[in-house]
């Protein structure tokens, strides 16, 4: 049996995570697709509001706390670049 990745939609304010993968602004239709890592960070954001840097490190990229990688800097700033393109009012800090 094959289980779906995304089962239900995710929504934060007017922002939601479809199942397939877009990012999307409720308020004007806007969507971005979103890869399998940014969907996964920021299902964790929309349901924790405040995460640290390590635990998605560790959780969704499968980092160590002692590696010293940009890869989470680079996912972070990718979804700030599609927040701003969906026209989306949330910010990532």
Known sequence: MIKKFHETNISFKDIYLSQDS?????????KIYVTEKEF???????ENKIVRKDFIQEKILNLQKIVDTK????????????????????NIS
């Open 71 to 90: 890869s989470l800097d680079s996912h972070l700033t990718r979804i700030r670049n599609k927040f701003v393109t969906i026209d989306s009012g949330l």
């Open 22 to 30: 877009f990012l999307i602004n409720s308020n004007n239709q806007k």
């Open 40 to 46: 996964e960070i920021i299902k964790i954001f929309f």
